[in-house]
């Protein structure tokens, strides 16, 4: 038996009127995602369990069948294992954002998705300038890591820290920063940095030359996500299979890695609007002939809610039905038993442009699955089969045995 879980990264949205009272994914030409619901079992899933902010790291923590009360320990951590990063004990790991501030305003939380060459000149300056305090780790594009270490600041301070209340970026574009600066006992420690760090990129190179081009200045960086390093148990000892994950973002290798899959790189996955669908696909069915499971994740549907673009995000659906969940779930139908589940890690509404607590859809197909009269892929249609998932990390498992277990 072969598995793959397709993940859409923030598909599940609202009824917007420029679609005539559709969502994205009603809107969306997606024969296959239909043809997984119709023929398969489908309903909603709470990925985002209460008392957590509505994040890819809980959202796709839970899908990969990982109960986050029990094993989630901040988002930077998993991020940093992906990148080489040993965090110690005595270590901090914060997501490190390189953004654009405008008249005190979030312009931009991705700085104008910069380039990962161009953050490394930044990532490289600012460990010049702030090597005395954290040490900072270069990602991809606008994503990147800062490490606090206890010998360096002191136990006291980096519990502080590690206890700051810290905003994601991505949930206040368009917002004065003001009241979303860092809170807490370590909130002055953190603005010391993200202070610092303005400084020296007022008149960056890199800052100066995006200024002239016209492109989102690169003049700040934003900390969040802090947490210790992770302790979970290998996906082998929960499921007994052995697998890979595939995605252009450090976060989600980042869980696979510590979940002892093994993590694929393909050439030309960008993690935005441009990234390799179809290699993603290719990559996919090539593992699968020598691992039992496969996790594809798909970050463009969740770049263009933050950004408001409904018309990008109805097409970024599309790209990733035809080109990821046609290819796989065709082929796989013809290599023997298998099943194939389709869904989201949370909502990123067009209206919001941010991530809300809202029920996601789901549907898996293939051998010794019944349908459960589903109509299509969306939001309405799942949730008028009355099936409900309260427990998000409980769909690896009804992948696994084929029916939703009460």
Request: one cysteine or more; a negative charge.
């Amino acid at each position: 038996m072969k598995y793959a879980l397709l993940v859409g990264d923030g598909m599940a949205d609202y009824p917007v009127p420029e679609l005539d009272g559709r969502t994205p994914l009603q809107a969306a030409e997606i024969p296959f995602m239909d043809e997984i619901a119709r023929t398969g079992c489908s309903g909603l899933a709470r990925t985002i369990p209460d008392g957590f902010a509505p994040g890819s790291d809980i959202g796709n923590l839970s899908l990969l069948g990982y109960d986050p009360v029990r094993h989630f320990t901040g988002r930077a951590p998993l991020e940093a294992v992906n990148l080489g990063i040993s965090l110690g004990p005595d270590d901090v790991a914060f997501r490190c954002n390189i953004v654009t501030i405008s008249d005190g305003t979030m312009a931009d939380f991705s700085a104008g998705h910069v380039s990962t060459s161009e953050a490394t000149q930044i990532i490289d300056s600012l460990n010049e300038t702030m090597g005395d305090i954290l040490t900072f780790h270069t990602g991809t594009s606008y994503r990147h890591v800062a490490v606090f270490n206890a010998k360096v600041i002191g136990s006291e301070r980096l519990t502080a820290i590690e206890n700051a209340q810290c905003t994601p970026p991505h949930d206040i574009t368009g917002e004065p920063i003001a009241s979303h600066l860092p809170k807490g006992v370590g909130a002055e420690l953190l603005m010391e940095v993200m202070d610092r760090a303005a400084t020296v990129l007022a008149h960056h190179p890199v800052t100066n030359q995006r200024r002239a081009a016209d492109k989102h200045a690169t003049n700040g960086i934003w900390l969040w996500g802090q947490g210790r390093v992770p302790r979970m148990p290998a996906f082998r000892e929960l499921y007994g299979l052995h697998g890979a994950v595939i995605s252009a973002v450090d976060l989600v290798k980042g869980i696979g890695k510590c979940a002892g899959l093994e993590t694929i790189i393909v050439p030309g996955a960008t993690g935005y609007f441009d990234t390799n669908y179809f290699g993603k696909a290719q990559y996919a069915l090539d593992t699968l002939k020598t691992n039992d499971f496969v996790y594809v994740h798909v970050e463009s549907p969740d770049e263009a809610g933050h950004e408001g673009l409904i018309e990008e995000k109805v097409r970024c659906i599309e790209q990733f039905d035809k080109l990821v969940v046609g290819p796989i779930y065709s082929e796989l139908q013809k290599r023997g038993d298998f099943r194939v589940m389709t869904t989201c890690d949370h909502a990123t509404p067009i209206v919001r442009r941010t991530h809300t607590m809202d029920m996601v859809p789901f549907a898996f197909a293939g051998t010794g699955t019944s349908p459960n009269g589903a109509v299509a892929f969306s939001e309405s249609a799942a949730d008028d089969t009355g099936c409900i998932v309260n427990e998000g990390y409980k769909l690896m498992s009804a992948l696994i045995n084929g029916t939703v277990l009460s």
